[in-house]
């Protein structure tokens, strides 16, 4: 039998299906079940979780084909959790029971934590408006005062009763008798004969080139020199970001939300860390799963997690009857399981002289389970 569990979103949040596939009789009728949660090995009962083990009715079942569908509502659903395993037990009118297990990857609960709301009247606040702080007045600052100005020097004025006319006419004269010396220069000059020393200075003469002295060493020019051209410096591009690696339980996660099989979740089991506790839940829902899909040495690794005897693993409840059944199955064929097994059995004995009452439990479970 195989089973899977799917939110029926038609109905609302909070109703599910749990959906169950290769049964043995379908055509029995009257289907009960029962949930028990790997983490701790209890059973889901009519008001908490509990020891032992009790069937339920679900609110309907339907058929399609050769799928049961179980609709179950939410006084099972909010009780379950998201990233678990659960084994389910089928039981129907013959008593026959048919076991499965079942990952649970989305969930969606009914209840909403943290909601509220402000109630009752909020007081307003009127504003108050308050004077700004005097600011005292610094005394004025009295300007400096400027020297007048030094009076420009003035012209004497010309003395009264004295004409201007013959400074006038003095003055025009002089202007003239200038002119026309000037005058006169200038023809004279433009009619004298031109000399063969006036004909050199006026023909221009070829310019010779610059000897160089060949002794001394010719420096090359500068601009024709070649110059070394310097690497371009090349800006170091950003680090990109790195992608931060998914934990253990997102990867398993993610798992079984594909199409999980024995051989692949023991692969995947194989490659994840195992230092923290919750790494060490994560491997164990994949030893549960592959161990349902009959792989032998996923038993063994189960019967060592909830071995008594054996070291803490992770968050799961020990449980020497549980352990002893896991082992028990692959004993014939794995003899370091049988081995364990008789560390076990010594492990119960000495705990039970010493008064353990967990201890006397399971010797008294293995013992009603082996008659």
């Known amino acids: 039998m195989k089973a899977a569990f799917k939110n029926d979103l038609e109905r609302g949040r909070g109703y599910a299906r749990l959906l169950l596939t290769e049964i043995t009789d379908p055509s029995v009728g009257n289907w009960r079940f029962s949930l028990c949660r790997s983490t701790d090995h209890t059973y889901l009962g009519r008001s908490d979780w509990q020891n032992s083990e009790d069937f339920m009715e679900a609110e309907a079942y339907t ?17 379950l959790s998201a990233n678990e395993n659960y084994r389910i037990a089928l039981q129907g009118a013959d008593q026959n029971v048919q076991h499965a297990v079942m990952a649970i990857t989305d969930l969606n609960q009914t209840l909403m934590t943290g909601a509220g709301r402000v109630s009752g009247d909020v007081p307003k606040i009127q504003p108050t408006m308050t004077a700004p702080p005097e600011v005292p007045l610094s005394p004025p600052v009295a300007e400096p005062v400027l020297p007048d100005p030094l009076p420009t020097a003035m012209p004497a004025p010309a003395p009264e009763g004295k004409s201007k006319l013959p400074f006038i006419l003095a003055a025009v004269l002089i202007l003239a008798l200038a002119g026309g010396g000037a005058w006169w220069a200038m023809t004279k000059d433009a009619k004298a004969p031109l000399t063969a020393e006036s004909k050199k200075e006026d023909t221009p003469q070829p310019i010779e080139p610059k000897k160089e002295d060949a002794s001394q060493p010719v420096e090359p020019k500068k601009e024709d020199t070649p110059q070394p051209v310097e690497p371009k410096k090349e800006t170091a591009e950003p680090a990109k970001p790195q992608s931060v690696p998914l934990s253990p339980r997102e990867q398993v996660r993610q798992f079984f939300s594909g199409s999980p099989t024995a051989q ?26 592959a161990a349902d899909e ?24 020990k449980n020497g009857a549980e352990a002893w059944k896991y082992y028990a199955k692959v004993a014939p064929t794995l003899p370091e399981a049988a081995k364990a097994m008789q560390g076990l059995k010594l492990w119960m004995e000495q705990q039970a002289t010493k008064g353990n009452r967990e201890a006397l439990g399971w010797i008294q479970k293995i013992a009603d389970e082996t008659k």
């Open 63 to 79: 058929f399609n084909g050769d799928e049961l569908a179980l609709h179950i509502g939410p006084d099972i659903v909010d009780r």
């Open 294 to 317: 009959g792989n032998l040495q996923a038993h063994l690794l189960l019967a060592q997690s909830v071995d008594p005897a054996q070291a803490a693993w992770g968050s799961i409840k």
């Open 264 to 289: 692949s979740a023991m692969e995947l089991g194989s490659k994840l860390p195992q230092a923290t506790a919750e790494d060490q839940d994560a491997l164990y829902r994949l030893w549960s799963f």
